[in-house]
Structures are given as structure tokens and as C-alpha cells.
């Protein structure tokens, strides 16, 4: 959030600045696309795909204004690509296990293999796809508490000086947004941290099985390339929940300071920025329907 009014107010945020609190807000840019020659393009609940040259989506700039505005474009935008991303991870993992089981190995090391590649693709089945689908609900979640908030405060309208009752509301709704954000920040965090763990057993195991190739190294080949594809939207995911909870961890700060006038422009601000937030939860809205279509628990 960038506060234009005051210059008391751009005072103490050039103080806070040297203190090492410039913040910048990151997160996923407009995703690209993802070509394995080998694979067969995913089915059309794919909507899009990350661009693979540097591991994964790079940081946008900073915005220059609202910037849970751009917290909300980043989460849905990143939150669509880690659906689709996982989904076509989900398509690989079940192709692994049915090559799998048509695979016999007469050498010790190749039998090991085929084992450890069957018990890194369960244990993906069983963790990271309701994980995914988690987050998409913690998404929808909050973009419900943000528009609740905003409802409050266009129902009071204005924000008069000296209002305790206005002023200890917004506190409260504030320091809300903000114990959800960071409760969903670290289950971003939890997220990226599985991911980054399987990829680690799914790189060592690629190593173990030398120069020998068959239909099930070629498939764990393509599965690690969209697990690391996965930990890096996640990791995109993660920063944009960092952006938002850092921007309402400033704001809380401000409030609870008491400036009339920071708090007025806050409440504003606040239902100005509701529209991102509503269609960030289109989009989850959208992502957990068609799991649900698709059967998904």
C-alpha cells in the first residue's frame, strides 16, 4: 500500500525504510508455456502452463499503488497455474504407475527402482494434490473475508476524526485479513517445502538408475521435470501470500499509531481494493468447481 497523504506519514516510512523494511511485492507473471517433445499435450482442464528457462516464474516489480490489489492478481494467478500445473503432474504420476506394473527388472538395482518409483509417485498421490486443492480453498476463503470486510465499511461510509468506533473496527478487521494471510502463508510454505523434498528423492533416484532406459525412467524423467515445475509456481504462490501479509502487517502497524487520517485512507483503500479480490475468487471458485467435476474429494 503506498499512502500519499501527510507528510508526517512519508516520514516515518522513510524511517522505517532504513530499518530495513522496504518491502517489494513479489510474484507469479503471466505464465508461459512448457514444451517436452516426448509428452502428449494434457487434456483442456489444463489453462495454462509456467515458463521453464530459469526454474520457474520470476518475480514481477514492485507496483506503485494498491499492492494487495496486485497481491490478489498475483494469488489468482498463481493459484490457476498451480491447479493446472498439478493436474498435469496428477496425469503423469498414474501414467508411471501403470508402466510400472508392466516393467520387470532381472538386475537388483533395476528392481529397486521400479520400487522407489512406485513409492515416490504414491506418496505424491496421497500429499500434494488435496494439498493443492487446499490452497485453492484457503484462496476462495479469504477473498470471502476480504469482501466482508469491505461490506462493513461501505455500510458505515465515511471515517469521521475522533470516531474510537470506526477506528478500533478496522483494527480489528485488519489485524483479521492479517492472521489469515499468514495462516495461509504457511500453508504455502508447507506446500513448497513437500515439493522441494520430493524433488530432492526424485533427483537421487533419476541418479541411482545409471544409463538404463525403458518406458519407466523416461516417465519418472518427465514427472521430476513437472515436479520441479509445481515447487516453482508454488514457491510463486508463497511470495504473493508474503506480499499480502506484509502490506497488512504495515497497515496494522500504521492503525494502531492512530493517525486519522492514515486510518480514513486505509478504509478506503481497503474496499477499493475488494473488486481484485472478487475476481481472484472467480478464479478459485472456477478451480475447485472443476475438481469437483472431475470427482476429486
Known amino acids: 500500500m503506498r499512502y500519499?497523504?501527510?507528510?508526517?506519514?512519508?516520514?516515518?516510512?522513510?524511517?522505517?525504510?532504513?530499518?530495513?523494511?522496504?518491502?517489494?511485492?513479489?510474484?507469479p507473471k503471466e505464465p508461459g508455456t512448457v514444451t517436452d517433445s516426448e509428452n502428449a499435450r494434457p487434456p483442456a482442464s489444463r489453462l495454462s502452463d509456467v515458463r521453464d528457462d530459469d526454474g520457474g516464474p520470476s518475480s514481477a516489480p514492485s507496483p506503485t499503488t494498491a499492492d494487495t490489489s496486485y497481491a490478489a492478481g498475483a494469488l489468482g494467478t498463481g493459484v490457476e497455474v498451480l491447479f493446472t500445473t498439478s493436474e498435469r503432474a496428477l496425469q503423469w504420476a498414474w501414467r508411471v504407475l501403470q508402466l510400472a506394473r508392466g516393467v520387470v527388472e532381472p538386475s537388483p538395482r533395476g528392481d529397486t527402482f521400479i520400487r522407489e518409483a512406485r513409492a515416490s509417485v504414491v506418496d505424491f498421490l496421497d500429499h500434494i494434490p488435496p494439498h493443492v486443492r487446499r490452497s485453492v480453498e484457503e484462496v476462495h476463503v479469504f477473498c470471502n473475508l476480504w469482501q466482508a470486510v469491505g461490506v462493513r465499511l461501505r455500510r458505515r461510509g465515511g471515517f469521521p476524526s475522533g470516531d474510537d468506533?470506526?477506528?478500533?473496527?478496522?483494527?480489528?478487521?485488519?489485524e483479521l485479513l492479517l492472521r489469515a494471510a499468514q495462516a495461509r502463508l504457511g500453508t504455502a510454505a508447507a506446500l513448497e517445502q513437500g515439493l522441494l523434498k520430493d524433488l530432492g528423492r526424485l533427483r537421487e533416484l533419476a541418479l541411482s538408475c545409471g544409463d538404463s532406459a525403458?518406458?519407466?525412467?523416461?516417465?519418472?524423467?518427465?514427472?521430476?521435470?513437472?515436479?520441479?515445475?509445481?515447487?516453482?509456481?508454488?514457491?510463486?504462490?508463497?511470495?504473493?501470500?508474503?506480499?499480502?501479509?506484509?502490506?497488512?502487517?504495515?497497515?496494522a502497524a500504521w492503525l494502531r499509531a492512530g493517525d486519522p487520517a492514515f486510518s480514513a485512507w486505509l478504509a478506503e483503500h481497503l474496499v477499493a481494493a475488494e473488486p481484485?479480490?472478487?475476481r481472484t475468487q472467480k478464479i478459485a471458485r472456477w478451480l475447485r468447481d472443476v475438481g469437483a467435476f472431475a470427482g476429486q474429494p
Do not use: Y
Open 4 to 27: 500519499s497523504e501527510g507528510g508526517d506519514f512519508h516520514r516515518r516510512a522513510r524511517a522505517k525504510k532504513h530499518m530495513g523494511r522496504e518491502h517489494s511485492g513479489p510474484g
Open 165 to 174: 468506533a470506526a477506528w478500533r473496527q478496522l483494527c480489528e478487521d485488519v
Open 214 to 251: 525403458n518406458e519407466v525412467t523416461v516417465g519418472m524423467e518427465v514427472f521430476t521435470r513437472c515436479i520441479a515445475e509445481l515447487r516453482a509456481v508454488a514457491s510463486a504462490v508463497r511470495r504473493a501470500w508474503e506480499a499480502a501479509a506484509h502490506e497488512l502487517e504495515e497497515s
Open 276 to 278: 481484485a479480490w472478487e
